[in-house]
């Protein structure tokens, strides 16, 4: 965790200036770098449940992105539910790509009725995951894999964006 706090100031006016404070309970240690062309993430678990006050944050970089795409699969997921119309408490999101070209995919939350499949075509694909403070769920086992652009895309549910 980083906080980054810059300052700028002119002759012309003092004040008392400003304080901060910054306090992190978050135990769970995740999120960072997809790697490789394959792999899995999963939500940190403490006992049979995710923890609490928990931000994962995982990144992917696509070397190639004409012809490939980043495909995630998560069988199942069981995240807190309450208000899911806003997944407002814990949550789990993908975003593809940056700046204007930004895609967010729909927050997951609750318990999911069968396997969930995005398909991201653009060059940068976020994964995160966010937990308040109380009520915890099993969590989430999430599947990556690189492949090239078209092909088939299984289950009952499935989110794909084109490139533009």
Not at 67 to 81: A, G, Q
Not at 137 to 150: A, E, L, W
Request: aromatic share 8%; glycine share 10%; charged share 15%.
């Amino acid at each position: 965790n980083v906080m980054t706090i810059l300052m700028v100031s002119d002759s012309t006016v003092t004040s008392r200036g400003f304080k901060a404070r910054w306090d992190s309970e978050q135990t769970a240690d995740c999120g960072g770098h997809m790697q490789g062309t394959s792999g899995v993430l999963s939500s940190p678990i403490v006992g049979s449940n995710y923890t609490n006050n928990t931000w994962c944050k995982w990144t992917f970089v696509n070397p190639n992105t004409v012809n490939s795409t980043l495909v995630l699969n998560t069988p199942n997921y069981h995240i807190e539910d309450a208000h899911r119309e806003h997944c407002r408490f814990d949550w789990l999101q993908v975003t593809g790509g940056m700046g204007s070209e930004t895609v967010r995919y729909p927050r997951l939350c609750g318990d999911s009725l069968g396997p969930v499949v995005i398909a991201n075509p653009l060059g940068l694909t976020t994964v995160l995951f966010k937990t308040d403070n109380s009520l915890t769920d099993k969590g989430f086992n999430m599947s990556y894999s690189v492949s090239p652009c078209g092909g088939v895309v299984e289950g009952p549910e499935a989110i794909i964006a084109s490139p533009n």
